[in-house]
């Protein structure tokens, strides 16, 4: 008897396992070297699986293919009941930068109304990566954000992200989210919410990270 009760206790913490999945996100971004290469840092030290789709062009394009992906994916519409627990998406992310985009704010609203998160960056997702060296508050234009990166990050110039350790860039993020708060906060006082220098992708990192353990 004393077997056969260790054996079914054992039965059910295997199967208690199995339905344990990770949680999955699917990142649609416009760089095809530094945000692809950032998140794959972050789902290493993260208990979750990051899909990537790189280059994904305009916001407008991007807009399309997240709202074309969660549907697919059944993060939206009806089909994640046609699903198995192990084939689900729990959230989509358009990833955009600011920069001289036309039809930005346009993308952005229709990811709000599909249900898309939006991770935005003014100028550019390089602000992004300056926090996690130093508070950054010039309100520079993309080129300018660039060099500053370069200037904190050496490596990053040899190739746009290629050549950089995200793994060690990304062990300073919590104090890279705290100063994109920050940010956030001045730009809000001044009455230009989301105007440069500032970045929402603190939020894509928070997401990630809520239900680590």
Known sequence: MARASRNRASNLTR??????P???FLVV???KNAEPLY???LQRISNTIIDIIPGA???????????????ARGVIGRGRRKLAWYERTDEVWAVFDRDEHHHYDDAIRLCEENQIFVGRSNPCFEIWLILHFEDFQKPDGRE???AYLCSVCPEYKL???REVDFNQIIEKLEIAEQR????LTKRQDEGNEFGPPATTVLKITRSVWKKRN
């Open 22 to 24: 990770k949680r999955r």
């Open 39 to 41: 998140f794959k840092a």
């Open 57 to 71: 062009g305009t916001p407008d394009a991007i807009a399309k293919t997240s709202i074309a992906e969660a549907t």
């Open 15 to 20: 199967r208690r396992a199995v339905r344990d």
């Open 29 to 31: 971004c416009e760089g």
């Open 180 to 183: 994109a708060e920050q940010q």
């Open 159 to 161: 190739g746009k992200g």
């Open 144 to 146: 300018a954000a660039l």
